[in-house]
């Protein structure tokens, strides 16, 4: 067994620290607390293919891997959660269907100035019937010559409004349940898209979470993504590896609260000597760390098994629900390490504790995480 | 146009700690990153290679075989080639050994335009071996470049002094070394990356592969003689205090800011 990255993933993720540190982290808390879209971080990822690291050269992307795309979507996440999650929905749910299902043809037109971060990517499965149970699609697609004419709305759409492109899925074919679903590839400013409600949300508050309106909106057949009836297993499978990039997410949130918090037990006096002296709160540091360990562990072992053709449905599952439980658990210590002054916006921990909840949310709940599981263990 | 980048592999000296007893640097577990105003060298030559595209930018570094990581770097951010001079016979240099090695292995590239060195190194700090190069191979220098034209067959360079400037101009080759003012270096980027693994363009010579005195080589090649190190004294700030009501000491307050020139 190797636990050693790669040369080029060692050097990913300092490129990434540094990024991180210089470029975002200084807009973090102004971001967070206006919630507005930092389109700035897109454009300076782009310059430096952040947006298309898993993908070929050829097709746009850095010619990188899934490593250390997860390397960096923890590495933004350790300083600002929102550029996190903007790079991991771009790449594993913007990206990656096309990548994988899509036509040498839709590859041209749309991957490759996505994975170039020319353009940015979404992906729009969840309805205001169908979270958890996406299978309830109530948007529809309707043949129509050589369109297919789509009606119905999405929501909790990250990078809505914000992204070019958007994988949709709709139901094709009522009668078939999970087997009428298809997925499409939606640009933005098609006649009868268009943008509803931005959400306001507790975290990644500079993430745009949006509602997606079809009304009439008229999609030229050449771009079905994948076949006709296969946009639930497209949807699925997209998320399998969405969960990579939001494992890694909470990872990096996770990290990012430790870092700050040992930090700040070095700097704080209280008693007359600092806190890092006190026992009660080095186990309570050790255990963190050793959490945020096994996490990382789960989340590189998900990402190793995708970037390698090894299953990873159950190993995303895993890391996703660990991750985001660590990432949930440790914030809030975090914010107890820190006393008052965690409780205030003058310390990151406190948006750091607001970002965490999400990873227990999005791209399927901590009980769909078990749900995907237990189903490995029992059938 | 060619244009030749020395840099350095230095330990990032914000993760530095000092050992209490011996006063040296503690340098197991900390990491290496280019030397910071070598990063800005280096982001000169590129963008000097943005604008002028048949710009061949190759960079040279002496150090052990780790500091093949940094040349790796150098090629990620946007570098051409890379020369890494690696022996045992280079190990234990002081600036002139350095300047010696790295001066022969420039004579044996050849054909050059400009050299930028950083102005100094953040382990050492002699800002010495960017203008001992010059020197070793006989071309003009212009140290502490702040800003910098690039006119037909010869630079226009502005040097920062600690309280002015001067604007020199010099005829082609010559040698800058880059202060942190420069310019904004990039990043490597994540295709660079991967590129720069995969291409492996780093040279690696040893004192055999090219013409170079050997007797200037090395610690016995080496003049300097590290008698102690140690960390000096804290400099006290120097305060005074103006006495005398609101408009004497605001009256003196003026006398002292002229007589230091700030207004």
Not at chain 1, 128 to 138: E, I, K, R, S
Request: glycine residues 8%; negative net charge; hydrophobic residues 40%.
């Amino acid at each position: 067994m190797n636990f050693t990255l790669t040369k080029e993933q060692e050097m990913v993720r300092t490129v990434m620290r540094e990024f991180a540190e210089n470029e975002v982290k200084p807009i973090a808390a102004d971001i967070d607390e206006t919630g507005r879209f930092p389109r700035e971080n897109v454009e300076k990822m782009a310059r430096y293919n952040m947006l298309g690291i898993p993908f070929p050269e050829e097709l746009g992307g850095a010619g990188g891997d899934e490593l250390a795309y997860a390397i960096a979507v923890e590495e933004l996440s350790r300083v600002c959660g929102t550029t996190g999650v903007i790079l991991s929905a771009h790449t594993s749910l913007g990206c990656w269907p096309i990548y994988k299902y899509g036509t040498e043809e839709q590859k041209q037109k749309y991957l490759i100035p996505l994975a170039k971060g020319e353009k940015l990517g979404a992906f729009a499965l969840t309805e205001p019937n169908a979270g958890t149970d996406a299978a309830g699609q109530q948007t529809i697609a309707v043949e129509d010559g050589d369109n297919y004419i789509l009606n119905g709305s999405k929501i909790f759409i990250t990078n809505g409004g914000q992204a070019d492109v958007y994988i949709v899925f709709a139901m094709t074919d009522r009668t078939k349940g999970t087997r009428g679903i298809s997925a499409f590839i939606v640009e933005k400013d098609t006649p009868g898209f268009t943008i509803g409600k931005i959400e306001e949300k507790m975290g990644i508050r500079a993430s745009s979470t949006a509602e997606l309106i079809f009304q009439n909106c008229v999609i030229p057949k050449e771009n079905l993504l994948g076949e006709l009836g296969k946009g639930f297993k497209i949807a699925m499978t997209t998320l399998d590896g969405g969960r990579i990039g939001i494992a890694a997410q909470a990872l990096g949130i996770a990290q990012g609260a430790l870092d700050e918090t040992v930090q700040y037990l070095k700097e704080r006096k209280q008693f007359g000597r600092s806190l890092s002296k006190f026992q009660g709160l080095q186990w309570m540091i050790a255990d963190m760390a050793t959490e945020i360990e096994a996490a990382r562990m789960l989340v590189y072992r998900a990402a190793y098994n995708k970037a390698n053709g090894l299953p990873y449905n159950k190993e995303a599952a895993m890391a996703k629900l660990f991750a985001a439980n660590t990432a949930m658990n440790v914030t809030t210590k975090c914010v107890q390490l820190h006393g008052g002054y965690g409780y205030t916006k003058d310390y990151p921990v406190e948006r750091m504790m607001r970002d965490a909840k999400i990873t227990e949310i999005y791209e399927g709940t901590s009980q769909v995480q078990q749900m995907v599981i237990a189903g490995h263990l029992l059938r | 146009m060619k244009i030749i980048v020395c840099l350095k592999q230095v330990p990032d000296t914000n993760e530095v700690k000092i050992d209490p007893v011996k006063g040296t640097l503690i340098r197991e577990g900390v990491p290496s990153i280019i030397n910071p105003d070598d990063r800005n060298a280096l982001e000169e030559a590129l963008k000097i290679k943005d604008k002028c595209k048949d710009t061949v930018v190759t960079v040279v570094s002496m150090g052990p075989p780790q500091a093949d990581v940094a040349l790796k770097e150098a090629l990620a951010i946007g570098a051409d080639e890379a020369i890494l001079l690696s022996d045992r016979a280079f190990a234990g240099s002081d600036t002139w050994a350095t300047s010696t090695a790295i001066a022969g292995a420039i004579k044996n590239i050849g054909d050059y335009d400009i050299i930028f060195c950083g102005r100094q190194a953040i382990d050492g700090d002699t800002a010495q071996v960017g203008p001992q190069i010059a020197e070793h191979l006989g071309i003009p220098q212009i140290t502490y470049v702040e800003e910098l034209e690039i006119l037909d067959g010869k630079v226009r360079a502005k040097r920062a002094l600690e309280d002015g400037y001067f604007v020199v101009e010099s005829e082609m080759p010559v040698l800058l070394t880059a202060i942190k003012e420069l310019n904004e270096p990039r990043y490597p980027s994540i295709k660079g990356i991967y590129k720069a693994y995969r291409e492996n363009k780093v040279t690696v010579w040893t004192a055999n592969d090219y013409e170079v005195d050997r007797d200037n080589l090395g610690l016995d090649g080496s003049p300097t003689e590290v008698n102690k190190s140690f960390t000096p004294p804290g400099k006290a700030s120097e305060v005074e205090m103006l006495n005398g009501d609101a408009k004497e000491a605001a009256r003196q307050l003026v006398v002292r800011l002229k007589e230091r020139k700030i207004i």
